[in-house]
């Protein structure tokens, strides 16, 4: 997501790691992003938003998820909530996903410091500091 809103920080993140993944949930959030953004935009906002969709998304290998991730993933959310952390399903099933393939989850943002850094099943990395380290 933080490629699609134009991160200069997440372009660098994203060239760092030598073949970069997306969850397929990753690949439903960005296309609803993207078409309420052209909805509001034009008449063809389907068709656009899909065309952003395949750029976006061209620099990666998507993941489709397992029924075990799945499962996984529902445990998480029901952990994480009851110690006061409210990740979307989404989320859950990005750090499921992280977890049962044992590959860390770069992300940024607020969001970082309400939720992710609480995370412990994921190695999760700041991308600011992810792409501090390049050189």
Same mark, same amino acid.
């Given at each position: 997501?933080?490629?699609?809103?134009?991160?200069?920080?997440?372009?660098?993140?994203?060239?760092k790691?030598?073949?970069?993944?997306?969850?397929?949930i990753?690949?439903?959030?960005?296309?609803?992003?993207?078409?309420?953004?052209?909805v509001?935009?034009?008449?063809?906002?389907?068709?656009?938003?899909?065309r952003?969709?395949?750029i976006?998304t061209?620099a &990666?290998?998507?993941?489709?998820?397992?029924s075990?991730?799945?499962?996984?993933?529902?445990?998480l959310?029901?952990?994480?909530?009851?110690?006061?952390i409210? &990740?979307?399903?989404?989320?859950?099933?990005?750090?499921?996903?992280?977890?049962?393939?044992?590959?860390?989850i770069?992300?940024g943002?607020?969001?970082?410091?309400?939720?992710?850094?609480?995370?412990?099943?994921?190695?999760?990395?700041?991308?600011?500091? &992810?792409?501090?380290?390049?050189?």
């Amino acid at each position: 997501m933080e490629k699609y809103e134009g991160n200069p920080i997440a372009e660098r993140a994203i060239r760092k790691v030598v073949h970069p993944h997306i969850s397929i949930i990753t690949v439903a959030e960005l296309v609803a992003s993207i078409a309420r953004r052209e909805v509001r935009r034009r008449k063809d906002w389907e068709e656009e938003a899909l065309r952003h969709y395949v750029i976006l998304t061209s620099a &990666f290998t998507v993941l489709e998820i397992t029924s075990s991730m799945a499962k996984r993933a529902g445990i998480l959310r029901t952990k994480y909530k009851e110690m006061g952390i409210e &990740f979307s399903l989404a989320d859950a099933v990005v750090i499921a996903t992280a977890e049962s393939m044992g590959w860390s989850i770069v992300t940024g943002g607020k969001q970082y410091e309400r939720e992710w850094k609480k995370v412990t099943e994921a190695k999760i990395d700041l991308m600011e500091k &992810f792409v501090e380290n390049e050189k």
